[in-house]
């Protein structure tokens, strides 16, 4: 809470948080090289496509 104005704030920013983190946050041990390239390029579509 330090760095956050009110508690409004910090839920809007952790909300917002909860549902990008899912697409950037990879288990990279658990998949092959190939197919994390694919997650990563599609996580990175999906994230351009929302902030546009």
Same mark, same amino acid.
């Given at each position: 809470?330090?760095?956050? $104005?009110? *508690?409004?704030?910090?839920?809007? %920013?952790?909300?917002?948080?909860?549902?990008?983190?899912?697409? %950037?946050?990879?288990?990279?041990?658990?998949?092959?090289? $190939?197919?994390?390239?694919?997650?990563?390029?599609?996580? %990175?579509?999906?994230?351009?496509?929302? *902030?546009?």
């Amino acid at each position: 809470m330090r760095n956050f $104005k009110s *508690v409004r704030q910090a839920q809007r %920013f952790l909300g917002v948080h909860a549902a990008v983190s899912n697409l %950037f946050n990879l288990g990279r041990h658990l998949v092959k090289a $190939k197919h994390y390239r694919d997650l990563r390029i599609s996580a %990175f579509n999906e994230w351009s496509r929302a *902030v546009a």
